[in-house]
Every structure is written in C-alpha cells, then in structure tokens.
C-alpha cells in the first residue's frame, strides 16, 4: 500500500486542479523529555495537501482520483480534515 500511496495515489492527488503540493508523513517515537503529552490518538501515517482554496476538493479530477477503496479493510482510521493557515513562521525571516 506505501508504494501506491507514494507512487501512485499522491502525484495523481497532486495534479488536480487547485492542488499545489501533498507530503506524506510517518510517525517516528518522540523524544524521551517529550513523552506524555500526546493529546489524542497517534496515527501511523499523515498526509498534508496544500491547496488554493477548498473548492480543489469539489473539481471532477478530484472525485475520480480520491478513489483507494480496495485498501479501506487495511485502514483502520481514516480522517479527513480541512485547515486555514493562521500564522507562518521560517527560520531566518524575522
């Protein structure tokens, strides 16, 4: 499943319409003087998609490429969310 996600599924998301970037993460063990503030259930895998206004989930290309339903018996929760920035911070632009 990791290499149609990343292969596959990912770039297909990727080149839609109103989408500008996707990145994939996998969850690593935190930090010893980290542990215990975990605030919820921890996910194995996230995947973050930047794109230019929600309306991107709505396009045609969209709805036919979402499709990953022969893996949904693999996935055990699976969330979908939508986020606005608020605040942006780099390294250096202060």
Not at 32 to 39: E, L, V, Y
Not at 52 to 64: D, G, H, V, W
């Amino acid at each position: 499943m990791n290499k149609w996600y990343d292969e596959v599924h990912l770039p297909s998301i990727v080149a839609c319409p109103g989408f500008l970037s996707g990145r994939r993460f996998r969850s690593i063990p935190l930090p010893t003087k980290a542990k215990g503030i975990s605030m919820g259930k921890e996910a194995k895998y996230m995947t973050l998609y930047e794109m230019e206004s929600p309306a991107a989930y709505e396009t045609q290309e969209f709805q036919r490429a979402r499709g990953f339903s022969e893996f949904v018996p693999f996935i055990s929760d699976l969330t979908l969310e939508l986020f606005e920035e608020i605040k942006c911070i780099e390294k250096g632009s202060q």
